[in-house]
């Protein structure tokens, strides 16, 4: 089948070609990503494979469909992206890759969290200044310690494995709860329960109209005086103007993000000689307790052969029978 492959990096272009031997389908692939400026770019292509900051609202949808586009193969979990309602209006299917090395985010996680703790990225450039004083990088030990983990599913679970290992008291809040998670020891609790009581708290849910700025004022407010919070799922669950005036005020002691509201304008460019105009974003960076990578969660060679895989799987499906398993409608927004 023609492909046409939005926001390819050359990371994609490898792991997709390496994986097409397999499938030979017709790749191509374009550097931009999709949105209502570049769709003439993919005319004429009958699939689509987009990643998570491609634009595939209802203008974009409806002139993919006039264009010829039958499929969207998202090569990634989260489909908060794509307006559903509107694809399924257009006769668009789309289909995604659900799961592909759940422990790959799980660790970039732990990664966060143990370098906030210890400062390793504040220790790493004072050493390399020939600076050896350890004013302001005092940490504390994860065992014993209360991490909330807030939805608890592929993700969640694989962080919480981990964090049972380093001998963490998990509280848990999903409303699907998973039997695998209390089977490790973390037990549910409502949301009010888990923010009063969790040092740490990890969110693993996906964006939803219900958890699109799950943590707002009010939320934070409820939470123990220096939690550190960590967001791996999506940047909007977090109200990113209440977490700084919770960063200003100490209530918030410590701030690790892999995603942000307003990513899709920065991250996965090198935007290093350019002055960035979103002030919040910069606001966030001044802050000595703050750690943000740019969506790098997922970025293991394992993850991106199995997306690539996947995704082309996917393909292969939709072209010879119409239907995958990895489809995702509405019904899937819980
Ligand atoms: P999953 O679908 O296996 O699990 C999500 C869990 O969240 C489910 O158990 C669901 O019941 C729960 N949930 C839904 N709404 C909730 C709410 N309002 N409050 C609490 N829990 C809620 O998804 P998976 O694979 O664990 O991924 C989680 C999220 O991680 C994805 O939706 C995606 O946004 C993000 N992600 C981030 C990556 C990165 O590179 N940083 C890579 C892959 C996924």
Redesign the pocket.
Known sequence: MKVAVCSAHPYDRRFLQEANTTYGHELSFFDARLSEETRQMVAGFPAICAFVNDTLNDAVLAALAQQGTRLIALR???F?NVDLASAARHGLRVVRV??YS?HS?AE?TLALILALNRKTHRAYNRVRDGNFSLDGLLGFELRGRTVGI???????LATAEILRGFGCRLLA????P?PECSALGAEYVTLDELYRDSDLISL?????Q??FH?INTAAIGKMKRGVILIN???GAVIDSLAVIAGLKSGHIGGLGL??YEQEGDLFFQDLSCQVIQDDVFERLLSFPNVLITG?????TAEALASIAHTTLHNVSLFEQSGACPNEVTSALV?
């Open positions: 990634c979990a989260g908060n659900p799961a759940p985010v970039h807030i939805g608890t599913g592929r993700i969640g809040h999903d409303p699907y998973a693993h849910c996906p964006l939803t219900d958890s799950l791996t799922s999506r892999d995603v969506h790098q969660g997922f970025f819980r």
